[in-house]
């Protein structure tokens, strides 16, 4: 069970805890991208592979060693794949998390200008290799960024399930698309998280797009600056709670939960959900699965994720 030691402090973990991926991470901080080929080459397993590109990407702000690789190897469909997906999330990184209003025009400007070019290598990518799932969802993040039409932005959630139906990093992605805070309303993103989880049997890690559907919905009224929202308003709904609580047994909660290599996110996700909704004890559980590297959101949605996240272990007695 990952607990806090002593001397440890919370960080971001861009692996999510996964070793393998953590050493890619080196690899690719190395410019040593055969190593990171290698692996991909390697792993058959769609939802794994869509796993280690993301995590591997996440955080870029340095794109030498993926222009290493496609200078050397300009006809490999994983150079392209990774370079893209490096892109979108350096482009992220120029635009930074800030709302929209925060955001200069030069920010913008260079944000856009990145995910173009991104999306140059991952369409590369997908001529190249036409059966890869994971280049669809770096486009679906580049689609919520650009602000793409949403029958484009569904083209693409198309491809991605089409590829691997069991996609979770794809149906996170476009669930953000059609949320009210990007590129959709609150109705759109609803209908979509529903047809997911009509047939999902119990111990599905999709449960958790129940909790992200909710912090999206509330972040949306939040920055639309709908006076009666709150957190501690929204997330103590009675509907809203129960909604949560039976995605959690679902899931989490199940005997029959799946394993997934997004579950520390995930369970982040619940953990949160459950700090705004005052559920301390199921609060507690989770925070116990939790070790001390985590990702930035949610946490970032209360403040300064470390410091939130650290502020959030406390409040029920946990260092």
């Not at 990184?93 to 200008?113: L, T």
């Not at 929202?229 to 009675?238: D, E, K, L, N, T």
């Amino acid at each position: 069970m990952p607990l806090f030691g002593k001397q440890t402090k919370p960080f971001i973990d861009h692996a999510r805890g996964d070793a393998q991926a953590a050493e890619l991470r080196k690899s690719a901080a190395a410019l040593d991208w055969a190593a990171v080929e290698s692996a991909l080459r390697s792993t058959g397993d769609r939802t794994r592979r869509e796993f280690l590109v993301d995590a591997v990407a996440l955080g870029s702000t340095d794109l030498k060693w993926v222009d290493r690789w496609v200078q050397e190897r300009p006809d490999e469909p994983l150079a392209r794949l990774l370079w893209g997906a490096c892109g979108v999330h350096y482009a992220w990184h120029v635009r930074s998390g800030a709302e929209p209003k925060y955001v200069s025009s030069d920010q913008m400007k260079g944000f856009h200008e990145w995910l173009g070019h991104a999306e140059d290598q991952l369409q590369h990518a997908i001529v190249l290799d036409p059966n890869d799932s994971a280049p669809w969802i770096a486009l679906l993040w580049s689609a919520v960024g650009l602000g793409l039409p949403l029958e484009e932005a569904t083209s693409r959630w198309e491809n991605v399930s089409r590829l691997n139906p069991q996609t979770e990093l794809g149906a996170l992605g476009y669930t953000t698309f059609v949320s009210a805070r990007w590129n959709g309303s609150h109705d759109l993103m609803w209908d979509f998280i529903r047809k997911r989880l009509a047939n999902e049997p119990d111990g599905s890690p999709q449960w958790v797009l129940v909790p992200d559907g909710h912090f999206e919905q509330w972040v949306a009224d939040r920055m639309a600056g709908d006076a009666d929202v709150h957190a501690s308003r929204y997330f103590q709904q009675p509907d809203v709670q129960k909604d949560i609580n039976d995605a959690y047994q679902k899931y989490l909660g199940s005997p029959a939960r799946r394993p997934s290599p997004l579950e520390p996110q995930n369970r982040e996700m619940f953990a949160c959900a459950f700090y705004l909704m005052g559920a301390r004890d199921l609060l507690h559980k989770e925070l116990e699965q939790i070790g001390p590297g985590i990702q930035t959101l949610p946490w970032g949605y209360l403040g300064a994720p470390l410091a939130a996240y650290q502020s959030v272990r406390e409040s029920v007695g946990l260092k």
